[in-house]
């Protein structure tokens, strides 16, 4: 199970471990992160999963499709180099450490 932790908009960070094979999205609403809203479960339809991956794991996590580039475009917070949809991260043992920082709105 990786260890996954999230940097909130206060500053503050929350962490758990995570199970392998589920979104990061799935793990962080489920584990109550605030700010990780999820709005359309999972499906790339509102981008209130957004999340700015720390810079030392951007390049380690698999490339984000062509359609959550577009997504990408719809973010309420700014986006940056390092954002991603946190529904298209898929959770595996290879993430343990994986640090996000989840921005100040989502919408």
């Known amino acids: 199970m990786p260890d996954i932790s999230f940097i909130l908009a206060d500053g503050s960070e ?3 471990e995570a199970p392998e094979g589920v979104s990061l999205m799935q793990a962080a609403t489920g584990f109550g992160i605030a700010g990780i809203v999820g709005e ?5 339809q509102c981008a209130t999963c957004h999340v700015h991956v720390d810079p030392a794991w951007v390049d380690r996590l698999p490339a984000p499709s ?5 997504m990408l475009e719809c973010t309420a917070s700014e986006r940056l180099p390092n954002s991603r949809l946190s529904c298209k991260i898929r959770l595996t043992a290879a993430m ?5 920082r989840v921005p100040d709105r989502q919408y």
């Open 14 to 16: 929350q962490g758990f």
């Open 96 to 100: 343990n450490g994986l640090v996000v």
């Open 40 to 44: 359309c479960g999972g499906s790339l």
């Open 66 to 70: 062509a359609d959550e580039q577009v």
